[in-house]
């Protein structure tokens, strides 16, 4: 029987707890690859302690308090320590430098900061100096030596303990309102200074259930599910983490990024979130060791991908193979299939829900067609953040599905999506300005993507505004449209389409380099290293054909003039990518002004 009513997802926690007791909630690994579960009590334990330290500290109601950390745990015991007792949670990326560490910090008027590593730790000590409001900060690692301000996170457990006060607990939960803020997100801000989104325990609790709506299978059985987008961002928050809690699935924090295909065959998951690169990644492995295999399995490779082809209506659709058809895809699937997906660790999946950015056509139909839903969702920061969402038995590819439950989407006659519902934001916190510019005076988000809905009602992403390329000679242009379609060539990588205020269009390509390098050797080229590979006369032609033979259903004005190809993928922690992996046009635009510049 629920205790609190579930008007947060902190009062969620509470209630699944005396539910699951001893039962793992989490699990996490060492160094040595040793894997660890965490139940359910011992969670809730933390938690109250953490939340006696932050209330023995002098945190209210509407406080603020940063979390600053890499997955973890203990990430979530003090998301909801801060949560059960009415203060807010700013997350911070893991990846941000130390000035956008005390931007946000500064702006969001956080009193106590939460640290993972010693490298997050020091950031924020190194800009404390400029942050007058903020009292103590707390790391999960042991510090190695003792730092005036900075206390490790055994004995904020320690201390609050001393302080524990179960009865102000229960009263700070409950005094809990549904309008009352949950969290503050920090958009990426690559036109200025990040914005801080604000959230009500309304606009999460809502979109959970918005989610669960359409994906009734997390709460009917039980799920296992890996954590390795970032915390600190909507997608893992909601649909990973409450999502989870809220149906009392066990979710295992991977290592990192570089261990997660060895993670996953630990964990053999049933659900899973992802954003496309991560899916791109596996693809891409897993193409590169085809074009070595010998040609007989090559052959039989291909015969199953086209297989896979013809089982894409099925697996959309959620209608059942019959017939002579019904006998090739299960021979299909025990000579490739089954082992492909135990070799990643999918063995065990039951969907994937993918958010983000666009996930390439071809790669979809790839796992799609071994039997994987793979279900494209939309939303922002703004909204919580699901708004549609494609869900098993209604998949429909090159759409992000149909919109959620007790939601609003419309196109603006300037082809802008629309959104109403209980998941959009509060606003921008000290920026009336922009929650002004965001939102309509009918209560309308303003996403800035633009759009367009089919017959089925599944909606489209067609360009967002501010990529809109428009030529010298006046014609707008969406660059995604085009970079999606070049992105079915499996010699592609990344690539971002250029032309604003240019005369024509050309693009920057990175390679597959995993296909390309055996293509190039099958054609006897012979190379010193990639920077030599991409200027190499045959390559070039190769590209320049592929090109030609994605883009042939453009018009004149969208065709592709000039490329150049680079050795060097691009990545967060160079500046190219966001923490969701998505491209950074204006960056990349400046890093490499001096190759476009060449194009014209």
């Not at 006659?413 to 959104?419: K, P, Q, R, T």
Request: hydrophobic share 40%; net charge neutral; glycine share 6%.
């Amino acid at each position: 029987m629920e205790k609190f009513k579930e008007v947060s997802m902190a009062a969620v926690f509470q209630n699944r707890a005396m539910e699951h007791g001893d039962k793992a909630c989490v699990a996490y690994r060492n160094d040595a690859a040793q894997w660890f579960d965490v139940s359910w009590n011992q969670m809730n334990e933390m938690i109250h302690n953490l939340a006696y330290y932050l209330m023995a500290k002098g945190i209210q109601h509407g406080d603020k308090v940063a979390v600053f950390s890499p997955n973890r745990y203990e990430w979530w015991v003090a998301d909801m320590a801060i949560l059960s007792i009415g203060a807010v949670n700013i997350p911070i990326y893991a990846t941000n430098t130390p000035d956008e560490v005390c931007y946000i910090l500064d702006n969001s008027d956080a009193r106590i900061c939460f640290t993972g590593t010693s490298v997050h730790m020091e950031k924020v000590v190194a800009v404390r100096d400029r942050l007058p409001k903020l009292m103590e900060v707390v790391i999960f690692d042991n510090p190695a030596k003792k730092i005036d301000g900075v206390i490790a996170v055994k004995d904020a457990f320690s201390f609050g303990k001393d302080h524990a006060d179960e009865a102000l607990f229960n009263r700070r939960l409950t005094a809990i309102k549904p309008e009352d803020l949950c969290t503050f997100i920090y958009t990426s801000g690559t036109t200025g200074d990040p914005k801080g989104v604000m959230l009500s325990h309304k606009n999460i609790v809502s979109n959970v259930h918005q989610f669960i709506a359409y994906f009734p299978e997390m709460v009917s059985r039980f799920h296992k599910a890996p954590s390795f987008l970032p915390l600190s961002h909507a997608v893992e928050r909601t649909a990973v983490y409450y999502c989870q809690v809220f149906s009392a699935n066990k979710i295992h924090f991977v290592k990192s990024i570089e261990t997660l295909l060895e993670d996953l065959q630990h964990i053999h998951p049933s659900i899973m979130a992802s954003v496309p690169r991560v899916l791109e990644k596996m693809y891409e492995a897993i193409t590169a060791k085809v074009a070595l295999a010998p040609p007989v399995k090559q052959k039989l490779f291909a015969w199953a991908l086209d297989v896979g082809r013809r089982n894409v209506p099925y697996i959309c659709k959620g209608k059942q193979r019959t017939g002579l058809f019904a006998l090739e895809y299960k021979l299909a699937d025990k000579l490739i299939f089954s082992k492909l997906k135990a070799v990643l660790g999918l063995d065990q999946i039951y969907f994937i829900g993918l958010g983000g950015a666009p996930m390439p056509r071809k790669i979809l139909e790839f796992f799609l067609g071994m039997d994987i839903p793979c279900c494209d969702a939309y939303g922002l920061s703004e909204t919580s953040p699901m708004v549609t969402c494609n869900y098993v038995g209604h998949i429909q590819p090159g759409t992000i599905g149909v919109p959620v439950i007790n939601t609003e989407v419309k196109i603006s006659d300037e082809g802008e999506i629309l959104i109403r519902g209980p998941q959009v934001m509060v606003g921008y916190y000290k920026n009336e300005a922009a929650t002004k510019e965001a939102i309509t005076a009918d209560g309308f988000l303003k996403t800035g993507d633009m759009g367009k809905f089919d017959a089925e009602g599944n909606l489209s992403i067609t360009g967002r505004i501010k990529d809109i390329i428009i030529t010298s000679g006046g014609k707008n242009i969406s660059p995604q449209n085009i970079e999606n379609s070049l992105m079915f060539s499996k010699y592609i990588n990344q690539l971002a389409i250029i032309g604003d205020g240019k005369k024509y269009l050309s693009a920057l390509i990175i390679p597959a380099f995993e296909v390309l390098e055996p293509w190039a050797k099958d054609n006897g080229i012979t190379y010193t290293g990639r920077p030599d590979l991409i200027k190499n006369e045959k390559v070039l032609a190769l590209f320049e054909a592929q090109i030609k033979e994605y883009t042939r259903e453009y018009g004149q004005v969208e065709q592709i003039k000039k490329f150049t190809l680079l050795e060097r993928e691009w990545l967060q922690e160079t500046g190219e990518l966001t923490p969701t992996l998505k491209v950074k046009r204006r960056v990349i635009v400046q890093k490499y002004s001096d190759l476009i510049d060449k194009m014209y």
